[in-house]
C-alpha cells in the first residue's frame, strides 16, 4: 500500500523554535515517496527542510505505466488515482481520500499538506473537499498548503465542490514559466485567499530555491511557525485545564 517517513536523518531545529510544521508530502504521478523526498532534501537548503517536519507517503496503487522519471529514478512508482486523457474522469478517487485520511489518522496530526503535481492537485482540493464534508472528516482541519507545479481538478463534479469557496488556509504556490501546467496553477492561485507565490524559470519540476525564492519561503514560514506555536500553546492550556 506504501510506506511513510520523515527525514532520514532529522535536522535540528531553530533555536529557541517550538515544534516544527508537520507536513504530509503527496508526490507527482508514477514516482513515489522515496523520490519526492530525494527532489526536495536534495536542492531546498536546510534553512527551510530543518523548519519543517515532513513525512512522505507512497501513493496506494501500483503505476500503471511507465514513468515519465524511469531512468532518472529507480521504481517502484506509484500513482494516487487514474484519469482518462480529457482529465475529466477518474477512477479509485474515492479510495484515495480514504487511504489519505488512512494516513493522517495513522501518522497524524499533520498541520498541512504539501503537494507535487499529481500530489499537488490533490493538496489543493483537500482543504474544500473537507470543508464540504466530502473528505478527511475524521482529522483536524488542513491548515497549509505547498504547492508545487500544481492546478485545478478540471472535471466539475469534482471542481464544484472542492473550489466552492476560496482556499481560505496559507498557502505557498511554486509556479514554472515552462511548466505545462503554468496556466493551471495560476488560475488555482486565483482560488487561494492567502496565496505566496515563488516563480522559477524551470519546467514541471520541484526547483531548487534562489535568493529571492528562499525570501518568500522563509516569509511563508515565519508566519505559519507563529500559528503553529499558537496553536501549541493552546492545546496545552485546554490540556491542563481538563487536568486540573
Keep these: 500500500m506504501g510506506s511513510l517517513g520523515g527525514d532520514a536523518e532529522p535536522q535540528p531545529q531553530p533555536q529557541g523554535a517550538g515544534r516544527r510544521p508537520r507536513f504530509l508530502c503527496l508526490h507527482g504521478f508514477r514516482t513515489s515517496a522515496e523520490i519526492m523526498r530525494k527532489q526536495v532534501l536534495g536542492k ?5 527542510t530543518a523548519r519543517l517536519d515532513l513525512v512522505f507517503a507512497d501513493a496506494p496503487f501500483p503505476a500503471e505505466g511507465k514513468s515519465d522519471v524511469d531512468g532518472i529514478f529507480d521504481p517502484p512508482y506509484y500513482e494516487w488515482f487514474q484519469f482518462d486523457k480529457s482529465f ?13 485520511e488512512e494516513l493522517m ?32 472528516t475524521r482529522v483536524p482541519k488542513i491548515k497549509y498548503l505547498i504547492i508545487i507545479g500544481g492546478a485545478k481538478f478540471q472535471s466539475p463534479t469534482v471542481a464544484e465542490k472542492a473550489y466552492a469557496n476560496k ?30 507565490v515563488i516563480r522559477h524559470p524551470k519546467g514541471h519540476t520541484v526547483p531548487r530555491l534562489d535568493d529571492k525564492s528562499l525570501v518568500v519561503m522563509l516569509r511563508f514560514l515565519e508566519k505559519i511557525e507563529g500559528e503553529v506555536l499558537e496553536y501549541s500553546s493552546k492545546d496545552v492550556n485546554e490540556n491542563e485545564e481538563v487536568c486540573l
Design 105 to 136: 489518522i495513522k501518522d497524524g496530526p499533520f498541520d498541512g499538506l504539501m503537494g507535487f503535481s499529481q500530489g499537488s492537485i490533490l493538496s489543493a482540493a483537500l482543504p474544500g473537499l473537507q470543508e464540504q464534508g466530502l473528505a478527511l
Design 88 to 100: 475529466m474522469e477518474y477512477r479509485n478517487f474515492d479510495k484515495c481520500l480514504a487511504y489519505i
Design 44 to 48: 531546498w537548503p536546510a534553512d527551510v
Design 167 to 196: 482556499i481560505a488556509c496559507p498557502s505557498v504556490h511554486f509556479i514554472g514559466d515552462n511548466d505545462f501546467l503554468k496556466v493551471h496553477g495560476e488560475k488555482l492561485i486565483e482560488s487561494c485567499v492567502d496565496p505566496f
